[in-house]
């Protein structure tokens, strides 16, 4: 049983000018131990699939299924009680802003605690030892004075470890990472991505990494599921996707980001041209057809998704090219 | 911070000083008080003898220096018509308007901070929307017609409280609901208003996301900041309370400083004006003051700053 | 998301970019018309301004004519009512209905004028504080201070009473009192505006200040002044009800609807009428303004938040 299972989620958001298709039938599941990175640029719906993993959706957005499971907990049937007692506890969330995601008015020391406490039976002092024992693992130095801390007297480096260590509080058995180095300085973001890592494989967890950077899905994650205008245009492990990219849209996010030991020096980066499409009212057929120099009518009907290889998926009536050069 | 509270301290007794200069030469420059209080009736030799009696005939300048060197030891002069110390005067009647001012105060914050925080956490429902009618009515409701409104269902109608006077705690009812009702729309907004803000914020989602239950997430994370700029707001509403118990006091017959500064105005007895126009606003500075520390101690990024 | 924020200048559905555009007019009108608050305090206020400025449309009395024989009528759901005097009359046997109209041109005037007078001065000083900045907004907003330290209603009284209560008197000294919120708005709309990109270009092609001010920082911070003004005149006659029911403000035996309630107030044990009235053509009046200047600041907002 994988730890997580998703299949054909669906998130609408009505608005002023219409309903919004943000999410458009995403499957994808996650085995312990996995790192699945959801790539794909801001739009793309991948923030509000990590949301709706843990039912934290804005108020006004629904959110559809056919099935949704965790541990073989359906989601989707699950109350709100039950999400709350899982939330915090089995599966955990990192967001994207350190600077604004800790509550200004009360101490490091608080906030950890209180996601200890609120699952876990624990006395104060049992649940002050576990937060040291995580600021230290989490690589923060002298620990125990950091609890009495606020928010504002950390850097954004060092909140994005309080983070962390929020999260791993009720050792969890997913965590969900949103662009969780996007804030920060190009040269903290290694060391968290890296510490993500290292605590996954330590951990045994499932993690789930959204992000718009290629260069950390190659570092990081084993599986990659890459969306474009709310629908998963290809997915499969990272050495399948990476190594044969076959969606037209994968192909040309590849040529335009530099990957070690692909692009050459000196060699100018690819753009895709054009503009995502709106996602109010219906779209039928492929979202990309209007950037894609391939495009034919066959795009403008539905798409099936094809298999192209153990786990690795694509939605696009296309056969597959090499990628050029 | 304390270059922050020195800075603070220094605006604030500076705007002491121009509001005493205001008070000082609004009184001053209406006419000759010497006529005044000598009466119409009064001999040139008469009006010449009270404006000696009570220093009218130095200098402006060296009649402010010494009216500004006696309110700083709380001695406002004598009152033109009680022959009184005004100091003395004074001390009688604060303690009731301060106590209806506080009760108002507590009234208003009661009723305001909780309607205001469950509009916000019910947004759009029909709860909201009564909250948001009752503060717009509320405001439109003139204070005094309020207060003998209340007069006619509760004191006259239903007999439940009495009419006017201050003898026991049960006369402070109807005085604190009408000089509270003024307060609790802006109030009950600005909390409505701090809590839909922070609600939408990203540390209420992580709140969330640790599996916390809403009352903890609404009352510990929430409401907490969402009261700070309340606390501002309702230091400066204390203070116009103080200056608007003047009408309630009418209304109530509540011999507090409202009424005597309402009596002083009627006789001119420009002493006492004087000194509750300086009292009144010196307070306000005061509460102001004590808002901005009460605001550092809330907020601990300001205490830092 | 971006995407949720779609805005009308954006394709509407699919690739096709199909901008919707309205005039600002139609846009406003649409909003409007769709704003409960809104519409309720202009009917309101539409309401009111009719029956005072249109008086003797709506009555022959004359709201001056004393007749003692007439006096404390109550109003025709009562008893001893007639459709004569539908409101009754009060204490001097005046037409109460024809006080209440004419005593609402009292209000609906003192209003305009006190905002027309405080609106000027705050704008300047806010206008002036957040285009210069520096001192000037230093010495500007200790002057905001000093103002907002002074109790409002005693300092009007204690003036009424010095230069001689009358109508003109609480104009004046309202207006001069209730400029304060006017100068904070203006204050932080024009620091806003002040460092906007077109203010640069205007300062950058050579345009004098006061060009600037009047053709890019006025027009730019009209509407929330707009809001402020409605607020405003409703406190204004909030108060001058409250001045003219302490005896201070509005002089018999001119009909304003806070001298209506001070002059019943002798006679509302019995005859509760001769203040519940005047009190809700108060209380409506207000609400009716509020409600406007409430519902214009959610029209008039850049951006529906919904």
Redesign the interface.
């Given at each position: 049983m994988p730890l997580l299972d998703v299949d054909h989620l669906t998130i609408e958001?009505p608005?002023?000018?219409?309903l919004?298709h943000?999410v458009n039938g995403v499957s994808f599941t996650l085995e312990r131990g996995e790192t699945l990175a959801i790539v794909g640029e801001?739009?793309s719906?991948k923030?509000?699939t990590s949301l709706a993993l843990?039912d934290?959706l804005p108020s006004r957005a629904v959110r559809k299924a056919r099935s949704m499971r965790f541990d073989g907990i359906d989601l989707m049937a699950a109350g709100r009680r039950e999400?709350?007692?899982?939330?915090?506890?089995r599966m955990?969330?990192i967001?994207q802003?350190p600077m604004?995601?800790?509550?200004?008015?009360?101490t490091v020391g608080d906030q950890l605690t209180?996601?200890l406490r609120?699952?876990r039976p624990v006395s104060r002092a049992e649940a002050r030892d576990r937060a040291v024992h995580l600021l230290e693992r989490v690589g923060i130095t002298a620990a125990a004075s950091r609890l009495g801390q606020?928010p504002?007297?950390l850097s954004g480096g060092l909140r994005q470890r309080v983070?962390i260590a929020?999260g791993l509080m009720c050792e969890p058995d997913l965590i969900i990472a949103d662009e969780p180095t996007t804030a920060l300085d190009v040269t903290i973001q290694a060391q968290i991505l890296m510490l993500l890592r290292d605590i996954q494989r330590e951990f045994g967890m499932g993690l789930i990494l959204v992000t718009h950077d290629l260069g950390v899905v190659a570092r990081v994650a084993t599986k990659v599921a890459v969306m474009y205008a709310g629908r998963l245009i290809e997915t499969g492990p990272v050495e399948a996707v990476f190594g044969a990219p076959s969606h037209p849209y994968t192909q040309g996010l590849l040529r335009a980001i530099p990957v070690p030991g692909r692009t050459r020096p000196g060699e100018p980066l690819g753009t895709i041209p054009g503009q995502?499409?709106?996602?109010?009212?219906?779209?039928a057929g492929c979202a990309f057809r209007?950037r894609c120099d391939r495009a034919t009518e066959a795009c403008a009907a539905a798409i099936p998704e094809r298999d192209l290889g153990p786990g690795h998926r694509m939605a696009c009536v296309l056969d597959p090219v090499a990628v050029p050069a | 911070m304390l270059a922050f509270l020195l800075r603070r301290l220094a605006v604030a007794l500076s705007v002491v000083l121009t509001v005493s200069v205001i008070a000082f030469l609004l009184l001053h420059l209406s006419g000759d008080l010497a006529t005044d209080l000598a009466g119409p009736e009064a001999s040139p030799e008469q009006v010449a003898r009270v404006r000696v009696e009570y220093g009218l005939d130095q200098p402006l300048m060296v009649q402010y220096g010494q009216w500004l060197a006696g309110a700083a030891r709380f001695d406002f002069g004598r009152s033109f018509y009680f022959r009184e110390s005004v100091a003395s005067l004074l001390g009688d009647r604060i303690p009731i308007t301060l106590k209806l001012g506080a009760i108002a105060l507590g009234l208003a914050l009661a009723v305001a901070i909780p309607l205001g925080a469950l509009a916000a956490v019910k947004r759009g429902s029909w709860f909201d929307r009564a909250a948001l009618a009752f503060c717009a009515l509320g405001q439109a409701v003139p204070t005094f017609w309020l207060g003998l409104t209340l007069i006619i269902i509760f004191a006259v109608n239903l007999r439940w409280l009495p009419v006017s006077g201050n003898a026991t705690w049960s006369h402070y009812v109807l005085p604190s609901v009408a000089l509270g009702w003024y307060a609790i729309p802006a109030v009950m907004r600005l909390t409505r208003n701090g809590m839909l803000d922070v609600m939408a914020s990203d540390y209420i989602r992580t709140a969330r996301a640790k599996g916390l239950r809403p009352h903890t997430v609404i009352f510990k994370h929430a409401l907490r900041n969402a009261v700070v700029p309340v606390v501002a707001l309702a230091a400066v509403q204390f203070g116009f309370m103080l200056g608007g118990s003047i009408v309630v006091e009418a209304v109530f017959s509540l011999q507090g400083l409202g009424q005597l500064a309402w009596e002083a105005i009627a006789r001119k007895d420009f002493p006492v004006v004087q000194a509750i126009v300086m009292l009144l606003a010196t307070i306000y500075i005061l509460l102001t003051f004590l808002a901005d520390l009460l605001n550092a101690w809330l907020d601990p990024r300001i205490r830092v700053a | 998301m971006s995407t949720t924020s779609a805005s009308a200048s954006a394709p509407a559905a699919g690739f096709d970019p199909v901008p919707v555009r309205r005039s600002p007019l139609a846009r406003f009108t649409k909003r409007a018309t769709r704003h409960p608050g809104f519409m309720a305090g202009a009917v309101l206020l539409a309401v009111i301004l009719v029956l005072s400025i249109g008086a003797p449309l709506f009555t022959a009395h004359d709201p001056y004519a004393q007749d003692i024989s007439r006096r404390l009528i109550p109003p025709v759901w009562h008893d001893k009512g007639s459709w004569e005097h539908w409101l009754g009359t009060d204490k001097l046997g005046r037409d109460y209905f024809a006080r209440l109209l004419y005593g609402g041109r009292i209000s609906l005037m003192i209003g305009a004028a006190t905002v027309l007078l405080s609106g000027i001065i705050g704008t300047a000083l806010g206008v002036a504080a957040g285009f210069f900045g520096g001192r000037v907004d230093m010495v500007i907003g200790y002057i905001i201070n000093v103002r907002l330290a002074l109790p409002v209603v005693l300092v009007a009284l204690a003036v009424a009473a010095l230069v001689g209560t009358s109508l003109n008197t609480v104009i004046v000294v309202l207006g001069l009192l209730l400029w304060d919120r006017f100068a904070v708005v203006a204050r932080s709309t024009t620091q806003q505006i002040a460092h906007a990109d077109f203010v640069g270009a205007a300062r950058a092609i050579g345009c004098s200040t006061r060009l600037i001010v009047f053709s890019e920082v006025l027009p730019n911070i009209l509407n929330p002044l707009i809001v402020v003004a409605t607020l405003e005149m409703a406190h204004a006659i909030l108060l001058e009800a409250a001045l003219s029911f302490l005896g201070l403000g509005v002089q018999p035996p001119l009909p304003s609807w806070g001298l209506m309630i001070s002059e019943g107030k002798q006679y509302m044990f019995f005859s509760p009428w001769v203040i519940t009235i005047p009190g809700v053509a108060l209380v409506a009046l207000v609400l009716g303004i509020n409600l406007l200047g409430d519902g214009l600041r959610d029209v008039t907002a850049p951006d529906n938040r919904s």
């Open positions: 958001i608005t002023e000018a219409g919004l943000a801001s739009g719906g923030s509000l843990m934290l999400m709350e007692d899982l939330r915090g506890d955990a969330m967001f802003e604004t995601s800790l509550n200004p008015a009360y209180e996601a609120r699952h606020y504002h007297q983070m929020m995502v499409p709106n996602l109010i009212g219906p779209l209007n | - | -």
